[in-house]
């Protein structure tokens, strides 16, 4: 996989990067955002395809991506497809950090170092160009205003920005409500982002532990509920996720 494009998990950490504080939109769910952006980055470089809830490997060759090839080389391991929310449930220690740090190697962003209180040291990212972060809102910008059917890229992008609860933060205030809820619709576009965005907010919702009946097509159901401020918009018939507890550290939030 050639380096001229940005991969998804880059994306997405860039759409959640604050441009004013220099921290991440919702943290905790993000975390599980970046193990799903792999999951649809590797299907679109065709190294795994969905197999019902599950996750395959179909072409084992290394991408040229380190991180991508990591998470890839740990699907082959398992030997049989996994289930993608236990894939995305599972501990995924540092995997924003190491994103954030490849972002800096890139010169995408820089760290700014500080402390909270006077005392905890911090760590803060701020965005080197921010016409990179303002080019890649501009795709989901165009799939809202339009309506017409995004690229698969673009769609997986806008699927798994719903399920980490990033609407609040690209589309604010109850003038955003509109643009939140095309977002969110945005999910039936993309099976695999689908799929995955679901995973996403199934473990945000503990129900990793049961496996799905019949699951419904990308986009067949409405997308869960994250409770609390900066959670997916809510939707009918799907119970609301456990509020997060306070962030128990400030670097590299």
């Known amino acids: 996989m050639g380096r001229s494009r940005r991969t998804l998990p880059e994306e997405l950490l860039l759409l959640a990067l604050d441009p004013t504080t220099g921290t991440t939109a919702q943290p905790q769910s993000l975390d599980l955002g970046l193990a799903g952006a792999q999951l649809v980055e590797l299907a679109l470089a065709g190294r795994i395809a969905p197999d019902g809830d599950r996750i395959a490997v179909v072409v084992p060759r290394p991408t040229g991506d380190p991180t991508l090839d990591c998470a890839l080389e740990l699907l082959r391991r398992r030997g049989a497809p996994v289930r993608a929310v236990n894939w995305i449930g599972g501990p995924r220690l540092g995997l924003r950090q190491t994103y954030l740090s490849h972002l800096e190697r890139c010169g995408m962003v820089h760290a700014v170092a500080g402390q909270m209180c006077g005392v905890l040291p911090t760590t803060r990212y701020q965005a080197t160009d921010n016409e990179i972060s303002r080019e890649i809102k501009a795709r989901l910008d165009s799939a809202i205003r339009t309506g017409v059917p995004p690229d698969p890229r673009t769609a997986a992008l806008a699927a798994l920005a719903h399920a ?6 690209l589309y604010p205030g109850n003038e955003g409500r509109s643009s939140r809820s095309r977002l969110r619709d945005l999910i039936r576009h993309d099976p695999m982002g689908g ?11 503990g129900v ?3 496996p799905r009946r019949n699951p419904a097509p990308a986009g067949g159901r409405q997308a869960a509920t994250a409770g609390g401020r900066g959670g997916p918009e809510p939707a009918r018939g799907v119970p609301a996720q456990p509020r997060h507890g306070p962030m128990a550290r400030a670097v590299a939030h």
């Open 164 to 169: 980490v609860g990033l609407g609040k933060h």
């Open 208 to 210: 990793a532990a049961q």
């Open 195 to 205: 799929l995955v965005a679901h995973a996403v907010m199934d473990v945000q919702n």
